[in-house]
């Protein structure tokens, strides 16, 4: 990083009260703002207890300074962290005291982004940072810290190591064209790009079910008007999160929740009835879940035996998506029989459910889960997000490109190998361009 960047601060720790509030502050130099902290010269990496004193020297609070001096530091440039009491007053007054010294306020995710550009962590680290802090369940939360860790970044510079050996081999014949053949098939560099597509399927496949961890499942409930969406969503989130009656129309708005199954976050969108209507309140609400229905990854078509499909249900499977996922649901199987099988609604899938007795929503669970191809947390996973899946597939795609290639190709096929290699850069930030760092880092937390 440029020798002039600013000093930063920001307070650290959650918004509200609490017993213990921290503020960190990153920069070049920073022991003269100890002192006019503190009045003490702290030893780095030694906790300091003292008075925290404003530029008239009255006490603004009593804590702990911590001084972590660069490179050793998150940051890997000067840092203090003040831990002080966590009440929210006491913490603006202490946050603009640091800023009177010369700090400005840190921009959301500028102290993990600042770790990154100093080389103490790499762009899939950082993101691990992120992910640890968003973790929605206990896989998601062991997954973030492997990626934290390292263990994505190694297997993907492992990719690039061996990317690099190729490209080595193969660009190395290009002075030498005569005798490229001969020395390609004894170096067999074909056997090694049979490996390096091999290794990088392992990674994609990883990464696929570490995105379905971190991102979950959209799933909405369609149906005609009071077929029994709403008691459906509150079976499956274990509450009465919707209001539920035997009026049509109850639903006026998209009612969301989230649920986790085996630890895979399922977000659920109860629609309200899609269907004509000249209340400007409930149009409102369907153009609402119109919108959740074209984002989403499964539909629960939920439709009465009694009835079937009939012309309500019919205009609403008219408006689906033709390549969305369908599970036909057979509501209230309490209340009467149910037919065996579909009623074309396009799903390849029919579950008989009651919301009421509970009886069905173990198989709907195990079927939502198998087509979000889920297939269970193993040690080889890492939590991934969907441009690492999209980097690693663009990589698969020069890597198949590379094997047809024929032997007086020996140009396009060293280019293959570089694309390959860009693509894998990009997960983990040698080759990424500064708009994107500024995407990834602006979605971090203030503080991080």
């Known amino acids: 990083m440029s020798d002039n960047v600013p000093t930063i601060a920001a307070v650290a720790t959650a918004p ?3 017993g213990v509030g921290v503020i960190r502050i990153s920069g070049k130099n920073l022991l003269p703002m100890a002192q006019a902290l503190c009045g003490k010269t702290p030893k780095p990496r030694v906790a300091t207890y003292a008075d925290f004193t404003d530029a008239d020297g009255q006490a603004i609070d009593s804590g702990l300074l911590l001084f972590f001096a660069a490179p050793a530091s998150f940051t890997g440039e000067d840092v203090i962290e003040l831990q002080g009491h966590g009440g929210p007053v006491v913490m603006d007054m202490l946050l603009n005291r640091c800023l009177e010294l010369g700090a400005r306020l840190a921009e959301p995710g500028e102290f993990t982004k600042r770790a990154f550009l100093n080389d103490k962590l790499d762009l899939a680290q950082a993101e ?15 997954l973030a810290l492997r990626s934290l860790k390292g263990d994505f970044s190694r297997r993907i510079h492992g990719l690039v190591e061996d990317l690099i050996t190729l490209r080595m081999l193969v660009e190395a ?6 005798e490229d053949i001969d020395f390609l098939e004894a170096a067999d560099a074909r056997g090694k790009l049979d490996g390096l597509r091999r290794a990088v399927d392992d990674v994609l496949a990883n990464a696929q079910q570490g995105a379905i961890l971190r991102e979950g499942l959209n799933v909405v409930l369609v149906g005609a008007p009071n077929v029994g969406k709403s008691s459906l ?4 989130a274990g509450d009465e999160v919707a209001i539920v009656t035997d009026i049509a129309g109850t639903t006026r708005d998209a009612v969301r929740e989230r649920i986790l199954i085996d630890g895979v976050p399922v977000h659920i969108v109860d629609t309200a009835g ?20 074209s984002e989403a990854d499964v539909a629960l078509v939920l439709v009465d035996p009694r009835e079937g499909v009939n012309d309500k249900t019919r205009a609403i499977l008219d408006a689906l998506p033709s390549d969305l996922k369908r599970i036909e649901i057979h509501s209230k199987s ?3 029989a149910h037919a ?3 009623f074309g609604t396009g799903a390849e899938t029919v579950i008989a459910l009651s919301a009421k007795t509970g009886d069905g929503l173990d198989a709907l669970k195990r079927t939502l889960l198998r087509e979000a191809g889920w297939q269970g947390e193993s040690e080889g996973l890492f939590l991934a997000r969907t441009r690492h899946v999209n980097a690693l597939k663009a990589a698969q795609e020069e890597l198949s490109l590379a094997a047809l290639c024929g032997n007086h190709q020996i140009e396009l096929f060293a280019e293959h190998l570089r694309l390959a290699q860009v693509a894998c850069g990009e997960i983990t930030g040698e080759f990424t361009a500064d708009d994107l760092l ?3 880092f602006s979605r971090f937390c203030i503080g991080k």
């Open 16 to 18: 509200g009260r609490g």
């Open 128 to 142: 691990g940072v992120a992910d640890l802090i968003d973790a929605s369940s206990r896989s998601a939360a062991r």
């Open 173 to 178: 014949t290009l002075d030498f064209p005569e």
């Open 233 to 236: 969503l509150n079976a499956l």
């Open 274 to 293: 899609l269907r004509e209507t000249d209340d400007v309140v409930e149009r409102i609400g369907i153009e609402r879940s119109r919108k959740a229905v």
């Open 334 to 336: 309490d209340l009467h």
């Open 340 to 342: 065996a099988g579909g």
């Open 438 to 440: 500024g995407v990834i």
